[in-house]
């Protein structure tokens, strides 16, 4: 049996692990520091590695522990080298233990496994000994996010004061869960991410000294879905190569990587994404299932077309700073055209329904059902007009009626908002009474939010109650001002006590009878009259008779609505609207007071001259 038959086999990841700084891709700024530091002499007794994994966290920190303990002996006519240097051409003395986690002086603990005070005191322990060979005693703890409270403070005062020989470096990912205080002891450094374009090159070098034939469509792939790990790429490639031996092809193309992957094309991606904005529902479908019978994910490809909505968004809010080296020609190319013809709003609508469509999708028991309908929504959604549109269709459908907006900007009013079922108001104001708003659930009828509406005077009238009166709050002449003296009060169960279940029978100077409606509270009643006396300062008697009575002041709310909700039905426009957008409807019509829209109106127009 041959040497290379009987050697276990080193993943990409393992054989290609950088040694020196000069190895390290993408990290130039923490790799400039250390390198002035180590110059100038300024060495940290602490370092914090951080970032995202594949990063090189922890290939950093022994490439460091290599250098604060490179040592070359004299010999040929080299001098020796016997002090912390960046610099390191050869292997020293130390280097190939330290690289393969061996040196006796260089002690890594993963604190995933080691996350107790009793771990901690071992080393604080053992840190009062100089080292056995090296120059500096170099403890390495992987995970360091992973310690326990108890393991953290007993570091504090060895990691803010060690020995001369210890040197402490720490790597995590989850750097918002190391304590500030073990923060403020060490030196951070943050470990970017890999952008696309180094990525690339980096993959091509490897994949030139394994002889490995790779298209470059299949590197931007591994690029992207590496997302920024050199680790994770280098993974990706490793199965890649595997995958295209297995095929017996001598050349690893893009549909090969988007096999393995479970992707789906991106220029079908692509095709996708315009079919739902076109509104082609059926065609839009059709494509994603035959995605689907390709082996495609339907989350991934929901997260493509996320993908796909975020980049025209950049495109089309800054073009010049969106730079996707990821990205074929041909993307980009359409990317920028699609960009030009969408609206932001289109898109952002877009982006929304896509990033709530991926929680269903996880979290649905039918991923690929929960897709569809996704799907249907976006293309629902994409076809429906715009504000502007909408109140010019519906102006068209009117026939230019006396009662139409005289406004065509189509900008939102100031007071247009949107309440908790998602729709927004629909304002109608007349010029003799209170503004009546009814409410539209169907979110792109918001056209009609933005106009005014002149009602006819009989929906305009305000509704007259016999229990109102203009005397001061704090005479009580009817249920109505018991309840809002309630409301003042913040007493908000006897309130709704008052409207819901009270009908008057009789009401007097500090005497109330009434009648109570079924499941009245029990002793409602004589607790409204000592809360009346304590709020009043007099004497107020509240009985029960049996007698029919009014209506509550909740009937008489309901009966207002009902046929506030008739009138504005019944009126042309809003009919209009709601045979316009199917399935649309009337929430809620709200009285408002007009006096202090024409107070402000005045103000506003004083404060402008």
């Known amino acids: 049996m041959s040497d290379q038959e009987n050697t276990a086999y080193r993943v990409l990841a393992r054989k290609y692990r950088p040694s020196t700084f000069d190895d390290l891709i993408g990290q130039a700024p923490m790799v400039q520091t250390l390198t002035n530091a180590f110059k100038l ?152 991410r890999i952008d696309a374009d180094t990525m690339t090159t980096y993959l091509k070098g490897i994949a030139g000294k394994e002889n490995v034939s790779i ?88 997260t493509d077309l996320s993908e796909f909505c975020h980049l025209l968004t950049r495109l089309k809010a800054a073009p010049d700073v969106t730079d996707q080296g990821a990205l074929s020609p041909r993307e980009k190319e359409r990317g920028a055209e699609l960009a030009a013809q969408l609206s932001m709003r289109v898109l952002s609508s877009t982006w929304q329904i896509l990033l709530r469509g991926l929680q269903e999708v996880a979290n649905a028991p039918k991923p690929l059902a929960a897709a569809d309908m996704v799907l249907v929504r976006l293309a629902y959604a994409a076809d429906l007009p715009s504000p502007d549109e909408a109140l010019r269709q519906l102006k068209d459908q009117t026939g230019g009626a006396q009662n139409a907006p005289a406004s065509t900007s189509g900008a939102p009013s100031s007071g247009g908002g949107v309440n908790a079922q998602g729709a927004r108001p629909v304002q109608a104001i007349s010029s003799g009474g209170p503004q009546l708003r009814a409410v539209v659930t169907e979110h792109e009828a918001v056209a009609l939010a933005d106009e005014s509406i002149a009602l006819p005077e009989t929906i305009a009238e305000p509704v007259s109650d016999p229990n109102l009166n203009d005397e001061p709050q704090q005479q009580l002449n009817s249920l109505a001002d018991i309840a809002e003296m309630a409301s003042e009060k913040r007493d908000l169960m006897l309130k709704m006590a008052v409207e819901r279940y009270m009908r008057p029978v009789r009401f007097e100077a500090g005497r109330i ?64 609207a709601l045979e316009t957008f199917p399935g649309a409807r009337i929430v809620d019509v709200v009285d408002r007071d007009l006096s202090q829209d024409t107070d402000n109106k005045d103000t506003d127009k004083n404060e402008q001259e």
């Not at 992207?224 to 690893?252: N, P, T």
């Not at 988007?258 to 991606?269: E, N, V």
């Not at 009643?525 to 009014?550: F, I, Y």
């Open 41 to 192: 002499g300024r060495i940290a007794q602490a370092y914090m590695l951080t970032g995202v994994r594949g990063v090189g966290k922890t290939t950093t920190a022994r490439i460091l522990a290599r250098a604060l303990n490179f040592e070359v002996s004299a010999r040929d006519g080299q001098e020796a080298i016997s002090a912390p240097t960046i610099d390191m051409p050869e292997l020293g003395e130390h280097c190939a233990a330290i690289i393969e986690s061996r040196h006796v002086d260089v002690i890594e603990m993963d604190a995933a496994s080691h996350t107790s005070i009793n771990d901690i005191r071992e080393i604080i322990e053992a840190s009062r000994y100089k080292p056995a060979s090296a120059r500096y005693k170099v403890y390495i703890i992987d995970e360091v996010h992973m310690l326990s409270t108890a393991a953290f403070n007993g570091l504090l005062k060895t990691l803010e004061e060690p020995p001369a020989h210890v040197k402490f470096i720490f790597a995590t990912t989850e750097i918002r869960k190391v304590p500030v205080t073990v923060l403020s002891r060490c030196q951070r450094f943050d470990l970017r």
């Open 215 to 302: 298209a470059d469509e299949a590197f931007q792939l591994l690029a992207r879905a590496s997302e920024g790990s050199a680790r994770d790429a280098l993974s990706l490639m490793d199965q890649a190569i595997a995958h295209g031996a297995v095929k017996g092809s001598g050349d690893i193309g893009e549909e090969d990587l988007r096999d393995m992957l479970g992707l789906a094309d991106r220029a079908r991606i692509i095709d996708l994404f315009e079919l739902l904005m076109s509104g082609k529902i059926a065609e839009a479908l059709a494509e994603f299932n035959e995605q689907y019978n390709s082996g495609a994910d339907p989350a991934v490809v929901l």
């Open 513 to 576: 009878e009434v009648a109570m409606t079924p499941g009245a509270p029990a002793g409602i009643a004589g607790d409204l009259g000592k809360k009346l006396s304590d709020w009043t300062g007099q004497r107020w008697m509240v009985s029960v008779v049996q007698a029919e009575g009014a209506t509550t002041l909740y009937e008489q709310a309901e009966a207002d609505k009902a046929q506030k909700m008739a009138e504005i039905r019944a009126h042309p426009l809003v009919a209009a």
